[in-house]
């Protein structure tokens, strides 16, 4: 395995899609797909030089496919928390999309509790500790967005551990979900928001005022060095997803990709997949990208699981146990 150097150094992914990053054995049990697993693989992953974030978006058409029942939608996080336990990961938050899953007549919470049972599974299967994202979409009205607020309260604490908004920030910014986040921060629901991906620091700006405890990407905070500042002091977490953003061309010139930049300015920065299949990527290999191309070093990864335990959606005793894990890893 070339990324083999690189295992085992990261032990927390945070920002990883449930349907970007399933294996073509599982779509093809779940889909009852006849094409063979060559097929499937090149018709989950984008290429290197994708040309656009719609063209990578069209990877994710066969898992919504699969995740329209609750067995399902079970093996389907168990399929992704095999991967990620084998990429060296002790503790992963995966996110979906809930309102994709009801095309067959599925319940909000009926989704919600095959996917905790999947990753209470996993834990048991692979002693891998997981924790479940909401994604409201940003393409979708506001009462579907809405259903999932109020749907998702009993569930927080309990395998859910937070509401994200994913989908095309170009088209649908920020400011147009300014009542779902309100209404979010008034139920004490913790939220990430994919903010600053193609290149708006308005919608890190946002996302910061709404409330989130995260921002997914957010490397377009590099343009505002004020907010840098404030981001910083209000310990918000970064999720950065190198693969994704160099494939999207979110971003294109390695010698400016902003994880550098973050660390070295004490950002609470984390590394992430974002897609494993779609961005046929890994943990190893993020890193290895990191390392050979954004000037990262192996003194960084102590720096970078911490951030990660600290912006996690994980309860305080099992920060502690995964803080513990780290300790005894770096050694
Ligand atoms: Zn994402």
């Known amino acids: 395995m070339e990324h083999n150097d690189f295992k085992n150094k990261i032990l927390l992914d945070l920002h990883c899609h449930l349907d970007g990053s399933f294996s073509p054995e599982f779509i093809k049990k779940a889909t009852g797909d006849s094409r063979d697993l060559t097929i499937l693989n090149k018709l989950l992953s984008a290429p290197d030089n994708c040309s656009s974030l719609t063209e990578y978006l069209t990877c994710f058409d066969l898992p919504i496919k699969a995740l329209q029942t609750k067995e399902n939608i079970t093996s389907g996080v168990l399929d992704v928390l095999s991967k990620a336990h084998n990429d060296g990961m002790k503790y992963i938050e995966l ?40 994604c409201a979409m940003r393409h979708h009205d506001t009462s579907t967005n809405m259903k999932i ?28 979900f300014t009542d779902l986040f309100k209404k979010a921060k008034a139920m004490n629901i913790p939220f990430t928001i994919h ?3 193609c290149g708006s620091v308005e919608n ?3 996302a910061m005022e709404f409330g989130a405890r995260r921002i997914g990407h957010g490397i377009a905070l590099i343009k505002d ?15 950065l997803c190198p693969v994704s953003n160099f494939q999207t061309k979110a971003w294109t010139d390695y010698a400016t990709y902003p994880l550098r930049n973050f660390l070295d300015k004490g950002l609470l920065a984390t590394i992430n997949t974002d897609n494993r299949t779609v961005s046929q990527t890994s943990m190893a290999r993020e890193l290895s990208l990191a390392s050979s191309k954004l000037n990262i070093t192996k003194r960084d990864y102590l720096t ?4 990660s335990v600290e912006v996690s959606f994980a309860d305080d005793n099992l920060k502690h146990k995964l803080l513990n894990i780290i300790e005894s890893n770096s050694i």
């Open 95 to 134: 996110r979906f999309a809930p309102s994709c899953s009801m095309e067959e007549g599925l319940s909000l919470p009926e989704i919600y509790e095959a996917a905790i049972t999947g990753s209470k599974l996993g834990f048991e299967k692979y002693g891998i500790y997981s924790n479940i994202i909401l």
């Open 149 to 176: 607020l109020d749907t998702m309260y009993d569930y927080v604490g309990h395998g859910i551990c937070a509401l994200d908004l994913a989908g095309d920030e170009s088209m649908f910014p920020n400011q147009d």
């Open 195 to 197: 903010s600053g991906e």
């Open 204 to 206: 890190v700006r946002l």
């Open 225 to 239: 060095a004020s907010l840098m500042e404030d981001i910083k002091n209000m310990r918000i977490g970064l999720e």
């Open 304 to 307: 970078m699981n911490k951030n």
